[in-house]
């Protein structure tokens, strides 16, 4: 048989399931004793400040120094990536730029004249000849 404790936060009665190595009877009553635990050093440590510390200013830093090196070995790098994608990657799998994207409106808008004596079709498509096969298409517009 089992030996009932004692919950160290809520006093609750409990059989421990961890061969006696738990002292509290569930998590919430350990992390809020844990909670409180964490209250009372800040507190104490609030007590124990001098009145005139929080005036003082600390010319201390953390952290790392930038240096004109180190600024120019990452601008260094960085070109020396995107060197070898651009190198590595072919035409057709780059991204389309600006420029491509107005040379394909224009392209579409020279190549396919509207017609505008027939209707549309049953899916909404717009009908067009197109300029270089001579043929009738439907685009969405």
């Not at 061969?19 to 009877?25: L, P, Y």
């Not at 800040?42 to 930038?66: C, F, R, V, Y």
């Not at 420029?99 to 209707?119: A, C, F, H, V």
Request: overall charge positive.
């Amino acid at each position: 048989m089992r030996k009932r404790q004692i919950c160290s936060y809520c006093g609750d009665g409990f059989i421990p399931t961890r061969r006696g190595a738990q002292k509290f009877c569930s998590n919430s009553c350990r992390s809020r004793n844990w909670q409180s635990k964490q209250r009372d050093k800040s507190k104490n440590q609030a007590l124990n400040k001098p009145h005139n510390e929080g005036l003082q200013i600390s010319k201390t830093t953390t952290g790392e120094k930038m240096s004109l090196a180190g600024v120019g070995n990452a601008a260094t790098g960085v070109a020396v990536v995107e060197l070898a994608k651009n190198m590595l990657t072919s035409a057709e799998n780059k991204p389309a730029t600006k420029k491509d994207i107005q040379e394909l409106k224009t392209l579409i808008k020279s190549r396919y004249l509207p017609i505008k004596n027939l209707g549309k079709d049953a899916t909404g498509r717009t009908p067009n000849y197109d300029v270089l096969t001579g043929y009738l298409v439907y685009l969405y517009r």
